[in-house]
């Protein structure tokens, strides 16, 4: 596949999920590296600040959506919860399995298809995930169904900065850099310029949480992470 841009498709996505499930799978090997150096370490610090903007997860259910290598996940169980760690990628999972992280349980599977019972978390996380999943609002409505009644979901993802001398040297950095260095050191150049292509055309963050509101969602919030390429947003289930 060619076209990179990110594509909302509900109806027929299977083929953009080979595509992604195939690319994610070979990449494991330089994953976490690549993250921190691309990110300059601050994929960590904007995990970390997630649980400043979501209920105690202490002795709760948690949902690791799309979890990838696991950092998400060993940080949930690092602050009690019980984590069930959800990806569509084996490889990945295995990597997140060797992490040794206690209170996990791992689930291959589809975000949009989650082989999990309805109202059993109280806690759904999913972090730099959600611009890989063309079926979006398909996406939503399993999210909603899973999470318990007054359950939260958080979302971190990049985004497009707005000061525009932030991104001015972003767009260099989507466009260039992400693409040169992800590739040299990965291997796979094809994987890094759709990582960069999705960065650069998912959902407006505002649009996303108008998206969350139409299944369901309450109590929206949005907050930007420094410095402007990150945000974190929150909604809840509201308890019946």
């Known amino acids: 596949?060619?076209?990179?841009?990110?594509?909302?498709?509900?109806?027929?996505?299977?083929?953009?999920?080979r595509f992604i499930r195939s690319m994610f799978d070979t990449i494991v090997p330089t994953y976490d590296l690549l993250n921190h150096v691309l990110s300059l370490g601050t994929d960590l610090w904007w995990r970390?600040?997630?649980?400043s903007r979501i209920q105690p997860v202490h002795d709760k259910n948690a949902l690791?959506?799309?979890?990838?290598?696991?950092?998400?996940?060993?940080l949930l169980a690092k602050k009690g919860a019980r984590v069930t760690a959800l990806d569509f990628?084996?490889?990945?999972?295995?990597?997140?399995?060797?992490?040794?992280v206690a209170s996990h349980f791992f689930v291959a599977g589809d975000a949009g298809a989650q082989p999990l019972s309805g109202d059993t978390f109280e806690i759904a996380t999913i972090a730099f995930g959600i611009r890989n999943i063309p079926d979006i609002d398909v996406f939503m409505k399993e999210a909603f169904r899973?999470?318990?009644?007054?359950?939260?979901?958080?979302?971190?993802?990049?985004?497009?900065?707005?000061?525009?001398?932030?991104?001015?040297?972003?767009k260099f950095y989507l466009g260039r850099l992400l693409p040169l260095v992800g590739g040299i050191i990965s291997g796979k150049p094809q994987a890094y310029r759709y990582l960069a292509e999705t960065i650069a055309t998912f959902i407006d963050p505002i649009d996303l949480v108008l998206m969350l509101r139409r299944h369901g969602f309450t109590h929206t919030g949005v907050f930007p992470q420094r410095p402007g390429m990150a945000v974190i947003i929150t909604a809840r289930k509201e308890a019946s």
Not at 1 to 8: D, R, T, V
Not at 48 to 51: A, G, L, P, S, V
């Open 1 to 17: 596949m060619k076209n990179y841009a990110y594509k909302i498709d509900n109806q027929a996505p299977e083929e953009k999920k």
């Open 48 to 51: 970390k600040n997630i649980f």
């Open 64 to 74: 690791d959506m799309a979890c990838g290598t696991g950092d998400l996940s060993r």
């Open 89 to 100: 990628s084996f490889p990945m999972l295995q990597k997140a399995r060797r992490k040794r």
């Open 146 to 170: 899973v999470l318990a009644p007054g359950g939260e979901l958080a979302i971190l993802e990049l985004v497009r900065p707005a000061n525009r001398l932030v991104s001015f040297f972003y």
